[in-house]
């Protein structure tokens, strides 16, 4: 089984409408992430959390919000779809702060949104 | 603030011929660095990182990295590609201080040809 795993794999949607992106890890980590991914941007952060009671924006959260519901779970939620938040979403992990911050991706949501 | 340019999105060798990405980064402080790899439809795995050891890192599928300070660049090599090398390439650096996130380069997409 995968260790971080995201749902729904893909989601076609209309502008306007609620989406909630699902992220669950088993690899025991306190840190998680949500990305969007852009041809010829790379990654961009939107939110990050280092427990579940510490969540912090990234560089692009306007429009997202989060929530941390136990430390295997980080969900992202789009409240009002718009057609430029159509990208690939990746949840990705990492220890604490001891570690050296090696990041574990899941597999990633294209979403859509028309 | 750290950064990184990854020079070239596009790279196209011949299969048999020498893999060379390139990565520099700025940083005012001791950096880790990072090599992913995005295989098609699929998330980031981590390639070989380097973590202030070794200068020459080596990772899997054949791929190694030679971090040189006085250029501050840290490009990824394989002498010999393969066709299923064909994916996107990340390069990355961890900030300074506690909160140690991922800054990330734009990728470098490899095609590799028969």
């Known amino acids: 089984d995968a260790d971080v795993t995201q749902t729904p794999r893909n989601r076609i949607t209309k502008t306007g409408k609620r989406i909630m992106l699902e992220c669950s890890q088993t690899?025991?980590?306190?840190?998680m992430y949500w990305y969007r991914q852009d041809p010829g941007l790379g990654l961009r952060l939107i939110y990050y959390?280092?427990?579940?009671?510490?969540?912090n924006k990234g560089e692009i959260s306007d429009g997202y919000s989060v929530s941390r519901q136990a430390q295997a779970k980080f969900s992202l939620s789009l409240e009002s779809a718009i057609p430029n938040q159509t990208a690939l979403y990746f949840c990705?992990?990492?220890?604490?702060?001891?570690?050296?911050?090696?990041?574990?991706f899941g597999p990633g949501t294209r979403l859509t949104v028309l | 603030a750290q950064s990184v340019t990854q020079l070239g999105s596009h790279v196209s060798v011949s299969e048999g011929a020498l893999v060379l990405l390139r990565c520099n980064y700025s940083?005012?402080?001791?950096?880790?660095l990072f090599w992913y790899v995005q295989y098609p439809n699929q998330g980031l795995q981590l390639l070989l990182k380097?973590?202030?050891?070794a200068t020459l890192v080596k990772g899997i599928n054949g791929f190694e990295a030679e971090f040189k300070k006085s250029e501050t660049s840290f490009h990824l090599t394989k002498p010999s590609a393969h066709m299923s090398d064909a994916a996107e390439y990340f390069c990355?650096?961890?900030?300074?201080?506690?909160?140690?996130?991922?800054?990330w380069g734009l990728g470098t997409s490899l095609a590799v040809n028969p």
């Open positions: 990705a992990t990492s220890v604490g702060l001891a570690g050296l911050n090696e990041q574990f």
């Open positions: 690899k025991g980590h306190d840190r």
């Open positions: 959390s280092f427990d579940v009671k510490d969540i």
């Open positions: 940083s005012s402080v001791p950096p880790y």
């Open positions: 380097y973590t202030s050891a």
């Open positions: 990355a650096v961890t900030n300074a201080g506690n909160n140690r996130k991922l800054i």
